[in-house]
């Protein structure tokens, strides 16, 4: 599950005028080669939100700050993003010059010629050896039909965050396998979820929830986990046709909306934001979301 990954002709580019330097300095090479182009402009689109206030208020700062260049942020909703700016090259106008995408976007662009063959730069200057730490599967997001197009920024995957303190309650333990016939641990299913949540609810309720989620904005995503493990498939294989209709469909999105009636009031409007935010205030016991969740619920990377 995932979602970005940063299909760019302009950064790479920038190395034409690259020194000599090890291959592990990648970084420095971008910066040195980019000063020559010190007084113009790049404008990134990024997701509206938390993904292009990060470009606003940092990177696109420190970018300026090391090369002269200033790069201006267009944020859009990420249903937005492929539409218009694809629009915007068939129009011509080469409005965008760096494009923050969802790997799933990737093979549309390609096929639509909007943007540039990466392999070339890296083979040139010397920067292959920047994507070897990279995990192979978030490698694969980064190319299509054997070339790259795109950088990985984001290895996003969807996680299961629980309180390991109520899962691992010896009290808890004991009445959950009393009503449930299985023991109390970490959720290995959707229906294991579903029936911790519940469970954790009713005896915690109203000061913690058994559980929330996110159910604005990105549902599609949640939804395509849940019906991907009931066995379904989008499309027939032999005719193309939309299969979303069927068993594993139906099942997929009967059980989150059941499941929403273990959850917090009001979950059926939840954003990212309102997820996080009763995670960290001990408002719900489990979630499932993205990585930087746990890393911010630790509070790593709030004083930035």
């Known amino acids: 599950m995932i979602r970005k990954l940063l299909p760019t002709v302009a950064l790479l580019a920038m190395l034409a005028a690259t020194p000599a330097l090890a291959e592990d300095d990648a970084g420095a090479k971008a910066v040195e080669a980019a000063k020559q182009f010190s007084g113009s402009s790049i404008t990134v689109v990024a997701e509206a939100g938390l993904q292009a206030l990060l470009d ?7 970018w300026e700050q090391q090369t002269g260049i200033k790069v201006n942020v267009v944020e859009l909703p990420n249903e937005e993003i492929y539409t218009k700016t694809v629009l915007e090259k068939q129009a011509g106008t080469g409005g965008y010059d760096v494009v923050l995408i969802s790997p799933a976007m990737l093979a549309d662009y390609v096929n639509n010629g909007a943007v540039e063959d990466l392999g070339p730069y890296i083979d040139k200057y010397g920067v292959k050896s920047e994507f070897d730490d990279v995990n192979p599967t978030f490698r694969d997001w980064m190319s299509y039909n054997g070339k790259i197009y795109g950088l990985v920024i984001d290895g996003d995957v969807l996680v299961t965050y ?33 029936d911790i949540a519940c469970f954790l609810t009713e005896k915690y309720q109203p000061a913690t929830y058994g559980a929330g989620v996110i159910n604005t904005g990105y549902t599609h995503f949640f939804f395509s ?17 939309a299969t979303v209709n069927s068993e594993a469909g139906v099942k997929a999105l009967t059980e989150m909306v059941e499941q929403n009636k273990c959850m917090a009031p009001g979950i059926e409007t939840w954003g990212f934001m309102e997820n996080l935010t009763a995670l960290n205030a001990g408002e719900i016991a489990m979630t ?4 930087p969740l746990g890393r911010w619920t630790q509070g790593v990377n709030m004083d930035d």
Do not use: C
Request: no cysteine; net charge neutral.
């Open 56 to 62: 606003s208020q940092y990177t696109a700062a420190d």
């Open 225 to 241: 986990e849940r019906f991907r493990s009931h066995g379904g498939k989008f499309f027939d294989v032999d005719t193309m046709k």
């Open 288 to 291: 499932i979301s993205w990585p």
């Open 162 to 194: 629980y309180r390991k303190d109520m899962i691992e309650d010896p009290e808890n333990q004991k009445a959950f396998k009393e009503k449930y016939g299985y023991d109390l641990a970490p959720p290995k299913s959707y229906k294991e979820f579903g």
